[in-house]
């Protein structure tokens, strides 16, 4: 590990005072250390190319950015977590140090996952590709009529939507939103896209795992205020006749993993027991 990035979250407590210390443990260990220091509201500063590692301070939504920012180069994502343990970062706020001494002994392994990759079809223009690494959501805006979506699979029909919206995730992503929607855990490995959709109203109501390399339509029947977003972010406003088009994209997210690969479904379980909401004390004032 030469050359390492770090990109913190200054929304979590103590995530600065966190960064310094990694710095430091990072340039002790020989490391040539690049941190982002733009404002985390703008985008933050592209990472060169040719880091070994990216380093992430803060939750998931840390990792999603920090997938964003490397998604052509492939660097490997260390994400350390500065609240409960989320689903994609690795190592707890408390562990970091011995984290590290795992990480430049070799003690670690990498681990691909699947990106998305959607279009916007409009008028005969196709818009430039977004990129997912959790999924693909096509829906209504706000609090507004339901949208309807015709959708299609490698251009045969399959349903028409009429929901709040359709979710569209990645192996990753269904133990997101979609998972609180009501769809099925992949295994990490898998490369295959799930259809889930939202408050379904008098349509196809079921799940469907999609098989690996399929290509997703989805027709804009119609709109109200809908909108298209991409792991968590607006990116489009929907209009009727609108395409949005979706594949598995061809470049992979990479992560250092410490945990045992035999244990992935015991990681995985833990990880959704700890995201329980605990239940308050009402004697408490």
Known sequence: MKRVGVLSNPHYPQTQELAVLIRQALCERGAEVLSSTAQWESEPTSFPPDLDMLITLGGDGT?????????????????????RLGFLTEVRYGEWEQSLDRVFSGQYWLEERARLSCQLH???????????????????????????????????????????????????????????????????????????????????????????????TVLVESAGDGIVVVDGTAVADLRVDDRIVL?????????????????????????????????????SG
């Not at 950015?65 to 500065?82: K, Q």
């Not at 855990?185 to 799930?194: F, G, K, T």
């Not at 995985?268 to 004697?283: F, G, I, N, T």
Request: aromatic share 6%; with cysteine; hydrophobic share 40%.
């Open 122 to 216: 409009r008028d005969g223009a196709i818009g430039d590709p977004w990129k997912a690494l959790n999924e693909v959501v096509v829906g209504r805006g706000g609090i507004s009529h339901m949208v309807q979506l015709a959708t299609y699979v490698d251009q045969g029909y399959l349903t028409t939507y009429v929901a709040d919206g359709l979710i569209v995730a990645s192996a990753t992503g269904s133990t997101a939103y979609a998972l609180s929607a009501g769809g099925p855990i992949l295994p990490p490995e898998l490369h295959n896209m799930v259809l889930v959709p939202i408050c379904p109203h008098l349509s196809l109501d079921r799940t469907i795992v999609l098989a690996e390399g399929a290509t997703v």
């Open 63 to 83: 990792v999603l950015r920090a997938a964003h920012l490397v998604a052509e180069s492939g660097t490997p994502i260390l994400g350390i977590h500065m609240g």
């Open 247 to 283: 594949t598995t994209s061809p470049h992979v997210t990479r992560f250092v993993r410490l945990y045992d690969r035999r244990q992935v479904y015991e990681t995985l379980m833990e990880r959704l027991q700890r995201r329980k909401v605990r239940k308050p004390d009402a004697s």
